[in-house]
């Protein structure tokens, strides 16, 4: 299409000057020449034949083929196929995971607290004074020899033989004490009986009788038949708070009968 419009253009052209060229000659020429042109401008205006077309192409050219518009398919917009989703299936609700129940383990029994069990008092026996005795020991004594031509010669013991034979033995509460030993060591026999003021002495006066037995027994300085005498004959009774301990040899057990006999 530009090729088309520069040859128009440049006919135009050409015209041009050819008239520019008639205009110069002799003044007959202008004459016709304007008529020429008054002319060609009224063939010009009346018909378009005379004016040569610029769109034509130049004949004396060869006409460049100008290549065709390559005519491109219409394209289309691609419609996207629709999106297919798979079918939504409702879901099912999970089901409800209950926690694992545990059992129960049973509450610790709650024990009261225990206190140590203190310990029971002690229940020592009640001492209380013994009421006036109603045996006599002092008198008992003398019934034990009523022959004066057998019987041995006795002393009273005094605090200090109870002291060294008996040890502890004054040192108790003693309603009544009666004791008698022989005068000469050889003679088996010994005669000692107490009235304890309190229940709890009366264990204590018998040990110590027995510790006096065991003494005697042990003593090898002893006449012979005085060890066979308190090793076979010697008795320790005990009667209440009456405790006694006779040797007396060849009569003890008949001593012991007679002293039981009072309570």
Not at 45 to 51: K, N, P, R, Y
Not at 91 to 108: D, N
Not at 236 to 246: I, K, T
């Amino acid at each position: 299409m530009k090729h088309i419009r520069i040859l128009s253009l440049s006919l135009v052209l050409v015209l041009m000057l050819g008239l520019f060229a008639a205009c110069g000659k002799s003044g007959a020429g202008s004459e016709s020449a304007s008529d020429a042109q008054s002319s060609a401008s009224t063939s010009q205006s009346g018909e378009d034949v005379s004016t040569p077309d610029v769109s034509a192409p130049d004949a004396s050219q060869p006409e460049e083929e100008t290549p065709a518009p390559e005519a491109k398919p219409e394209e289309k917009p691609e419609t996207l196929a629709p999106e297919v989703k798979p079918e939504q299936k409702p879901e099912k609700p999970a089901p409800e995971v209950k926690p694992e129940e545990k059992p129960q383990e049973p509450a610790p029994e709650v024990k009261p607290e225990e206190k140590p069990e203190e310990p029971a008092p002690e229940v020592k026996p009640e001492e209380t004074p013994v009421a006036p005795a109603k045996v006599d020991l002092a008198a008992f004594f003398q019934t034990i020899f009523t022959d004066p031509a057998n019987s041995p010669a006795l002393i009273p013991m005094e605090a200090d033989a109870l002291d060294a034979f008996y040890p502890g033995l004054t040192a108790l509460t003693l309603n009544q004490t009666v004791a008698y030993m022989p005068m000469m060591t050889a003679v088996p026999c010994e005669i000692v009986m107490v009235e304890c003021a309190n229940a709890a002495d009366v264990e204590t006066v018998k040990t110590l009788f027995k510790a006096r037995i065991d003494a005697q027994v042990n003593d090898h300085f002893n006449y012979p038949m005085v060890i066979e005498a308190w090793e076979k004959e010697a008795k320790v009774v005990s009667n209440g708070n009456f405790v006694a301990l006779f040797v007396v040899s060849g009569m003890t057990d008949e001593v012991v009968s007679n002293f039981n006999a009072l309570f």
